[in-house]
Protein backbone atom coordinates (compact mmCIF):
# COMPACT_ATOMS: atom_id res chain seq x y z
CA UNK A 1 0.00 0.00 0.00
CA UNK A 2 1.15 3.38 -1.05
CA UNK A 3 -0.27 7.06 0.29
CA UNK A 4 -0.24 10.81 -0.64
CA UNK A 5 0.06 12.95 2.29
CA UNK A 6 -1.15 16.80 1.78
CA UNK A 7 -0.16 19.41 4.18
CA UNK A 8 -2.51 21.67 2.98
CA UNK A 9 -2.21 25.60 2.42
CA UNK A 10 -3.76 28.90 0.92
CA UNK A 11 -0.83 29.45 -1.30
CA UNK A 12 0.98 26.22 -1.90
CA UNK A 13 0.67 22.76 -0.29
CA UNK A 14 3.49 20.00 0.63
CA UNK A 15 3.25 16.30 -0.62
CA UNK A 16 4.63 13.21 0.25
CA UNK A 17 4.30 9.50 -1.00
CA UNK A 18 4.80 6.76 1.46
CA UNK A 19 4.99 3.57 1.36
CA UNK A 20 2.94 1.68 4.34
CA UNK A 21 4.93 -1.17 5.41
CA UNK A 22 8.58 0.34 6.11
CA UNK A 23 7.39 3.85 6.03
CA UNK A 24 9.34 4.90 2.97
CA UNK A 25 9.06 8.12 1.23
CA UNK A 26 9.41 7.93 -2.37
CA UNK A 27 8.80 11.21 -3.71
CA UNK A 28 7.99 14.64 -1.83
CA UNK A 29 8.11 18.35 -2.44
CA UNK A 30 5.92 21.55 -2.45
CA UNK A 31 3.66 22.98 -5.38
CA UNK A 32 1.23 25.86 -5.57
CA UNK A 33 -2.56 25.10 -4.93
CA UNK A 34 -3.70 25.82 -8.05
CA UNK A 35 -1.47 22.54 -9.22
CA UNK A 36 -3.71 20.39 -6.89
CA UNK A 37 -5.35 18.11 -8.74
CA UNK A 38 -2.67 17.83 -11.89
CA UNK A 39 0.23 16.98 -8.89
CA UNK A 40 -2.18 14.53 -7.51
CA UNK A 41 -3.04 12.75 -10.47
CA UNK A 42 0.36 12.56 -11.11
CA UNK A 43 0.95 10.90 -8.00
CA UNK A 44 -1.63 8.81 -7.75
CA UNK A 45 -0.74 7.26 -11.23
CA UNK A 46 2.11 6.90 -11.13
CA UNK A 47 2.86 5.32 -7.30
CA UNK A 48 -0.27 3.24 -7.32
CA UNK A 49 -1.70 5.41 -4.18
CA UNK A 50 -4.68 3.81 -2.52
CA UNK A 51 -5.18 5.75 0.36
CA UNK A 52 -4.62 10.19 0.07
CA UNK A 53 -4.01 11.35 3.54
CA UNK A 54 -4.41 15.18 4.08
CA UNK A 55 -4.09 17.69 7.04
CA UNK A 56 -7.43 18.72 8.32
CA UNK A 57 -6.72 22.58 9.65
CA UNK A 58 -5.71 25.18 6.71
CA UNK A 59 -8.29 23.98 3.96
CA UNK A 60 -8.41 20.63 4.72
CA UNK A 61 -11.37 19.87 4.32
CA UNK A 62 -11.76 22.28 0.62
CA UNK A 63 -8.50 19.87 -0.37
CA UNK A 64 -10.22 16.36 -0.01
CA UNK A 65 -13.86 18.42 -1.79
CA UNK A 66 -11.25 19.06 -4.81
CA UNK A 67 -8.85 16.34 -5.10
CA UNK A 68 -12.71 13.86 -4.20
CA UNK A 69 -13.88 15.90 -7.50
CA UNK A 70 -10.33 15.94 -9.77
CA UNK A 71 -9.56 12.36 -8.79
CA UNK A 72 -13.22 10.91 -9.16
CA UNK A 73 -11.65 8.06 -11.78
CA UNK A 74 -9.47 6.38 -9.24
CA UNK A 75 -10.69 4.10 -6.61
CA UNK A 76 -9.12 6.13 -3.52
CA UNK A 77 -9.65 6.52 0.36
CA UNK A 78 -9.23 10.22 1.43
CA UNK A 79 -8.97 10.74 4.96
CA UNK A 80 -8.11 14.12 7.55
CA UNK A 81 -5.67 13.59 10.03
CA UNK A 82 -4.87 15.81 12.59
CA UNK A 83 -2.28 18.71 12.06
CA UNK A 84 -1.85 19.71 16.13
CA UNK A 85 2.13 20.51 16.06
CA UNK A 86 3.00 18.78 12.36
CA UNK A 87 4.38 22.07 11.39
CA UNK A 88 7.08 22.58 13.98
CA UNK A 89 7.77 18.79 13.72
CA UNK A 90 8.33 18.88 9.89
CA UNK A 91 10.75 21.91 10.56
CA UNK A 92 12.87 20.01 12.83
CA UNK A 93 13.07 16.97 10.67
CA UNK A 94 14.08 20.01 7.41
CA UNK A 95 16.78 21.60 9.43
CA UNK A 96 18.33 18.16 10.56
CA UNK A 97 17.71 16.44 7.26
CA UNK A 98 19.71 18.82 5.67
CA UNK A 99 22.18 20.09 8.39
CA UNK A 100 25.35 20.46 6.54
CA UNK A 101 28.20 22.59 6.28
CA UNK A 102 28.13 25.19 9.03
CA UNK A 103 24.59 24.14 10.06
CA UNK A 104 26.28 21.28 11.61
CA UNK A 105 27.82 23.42 14.87
CA UNK A 106 24.46 25.91 15.54
CA UNK A 107 21.89 24.54 17.28
CA UNK A 108 18.47 23.58 15.59
CA UNK A 109 16.59 26.42 17.27
CA UNK A 110 18.82 29.20 16.23
CA UNK A 111 18.85 28.31 12.39
CA UNK A 112 15.59 28.97 9.90
CA UNK A 113 14.43 27.09 7.32
CA UNK A 114 15.84 28.80 3.59
CA UNK A 115 13.03 27.14 1.58
CA UNK A 116 9.00 25.89 2.24
CA UNK A 117 9.45 22.66 4.36
CA UNK A 118 5.59 22.08 3.85
CA UNK A 119 6.63 18.94 2.19
CA UNK A 120 8.44 17.33 5.22
CA UNK A 121 5.01 18.31 7.16
CA UNK A 122 3.07 16.25 4.52
CA UNK A 123 5.80 13.04 5.75
CA UNK A 124 4.58 13.65 9.33
CA UNK A 125 1.24 13.48 8.67
CA UNK A 126 1.47 10.52 6.53
CA UNK A 127 3.17 8.79 9.27
CA UNK A 128 0.48 9.96 11.62
CA UNK A 129 -1.97 8.27 9.41
CA UNK A 130 0.43 4.85 9.22
CA UNK A 131 0.79 5.25 13.23
CA UNK A 132 -3.08 5.24 13.66
CA UNK A 133 -3.74 2.17 11.19
CA UNK A 134 -1.20 -0.01 13.11
CA UNK A 135 -3.62 0.41 16.30
Not at 53 to 64: C, E, K, S, W
Request: net charge positive; charged share 30%.
Amino acid sequence: MRILAIDPGRVKFGYAVLTAGDRRVLSQGVAEVAQLVRVGQELVDRFQVTTVVIGDRTAGPQFAAILREGLKDHPLDLVLVGEDGSSREGRHRFLQANRRGWRRWFPLGLQSPWRPYDDYVAVVLGERYLDRCRR
